[in-house]
């Protein structure tokens, strides 16, 4: 198909892409969340992701485009191997890096924006050191809810239980700073892994309100991914 426009962008967006395309879901019912959004406002960019459990958000890029201009777009988004510029096709698709993405103008793309809280508080630590723990107690995890609970109290602790099997682990470690106040809060942990993936920053900040029952955010350099809590049974 033909180019009818190209729209330059300031940074490579191949790696928001691949990360927000690992963040989409699978329901068929709810097929909104199969897509990534590439969204334009006022010569800046977003690339959104979201399954409605975990949300994957760029930082804004600059860009030469100074339109207002969502596309939810459906492709093999983990191709993408370089994205400096967005090709718009006169069929109404993207091509980015030779690769053709569906835009799909029928679907409304949720308004993540509105669910991203804004927090004062959280707490650093060592992203290697965690992913292990979280690791290590996924095995006695509950098969259906994957629930792991972090204790953030003196340290970090993770622990995970499956009473059907009577089964159980806890593991801990110590983190690098932290403003948020002692509490507890459970994840899916695969999700909580899989959110672990995208952050390529060696400490991981958790932007967290200190409330079990609200998302924590984790902060990337260039990038933020957010993760809906799991309500431990009390």
């Known amino acids: 198909p033909e180019i009818i426009e190209t729209i330059y962008l300031k940074n490579d967006i191949a790696q928001h892409i691949k990360k927000a395309g690992k963040c989409v879901g699978k329901d068929e019912l709810r097929p909104v969340f199969h897509h990534i959004l590439i969204e334009f406002s006022n010569g800046l960019m977003r690339i959104a992701g979201t399954d409605a459990h975990r949300l994957y958000y760029s930082n804004k890029i600059e860009t030469d485009f100074k339109g207002n201009y969502q596309f939810v777009i459906l492709g093999d988004f ?43 508080t959280n707490i650093v630590f060592d ?64 999700f909580l892994q899989s959110c672990l993936a995208l952050i390529d920053n060696k ?30 049974a009390q």
């Open 127 to 190: 992203k290697k050191c965690f992913a292990g723990l979280v690791k290590q107690a996924l095995p006695t995890a509950n098969s259906t809810t994957h629930l792991i609970k972090m204790s953030m109290n003196g340290n970090i602790k993770i622990s995970s239980e499956d009473i059907d099997w009577g089964k159980e682990t806890l593991v801990e470690m110590d983190y690098k700073s932290k403003s948020v106040i002692d509490h507890e809060v459970g994840f899916n942990g695969k």
């Open 203 to 232: 400490d991981v900040t958790m932007l967290t309100g200190g409330i079990a029952s609200r998302a924590v955010i984790l902060e990337d350099s260039n990038a933020k991914v957010l993760l809906m809590p799991v309500l431990i």
């Open 78 to 120: 983990n191709k993408v191997k370089k994205a400096t510029e967005i090709h718009l096709l006169a069929n109404g698709n993207l091509l980015i890096d030779s690769i053709e993405f569906t835009v799909n103008i029928e679907l409304k793309y949720p308004n993540y924006a509105a669910v991203i809280p804004e927090y004062s």
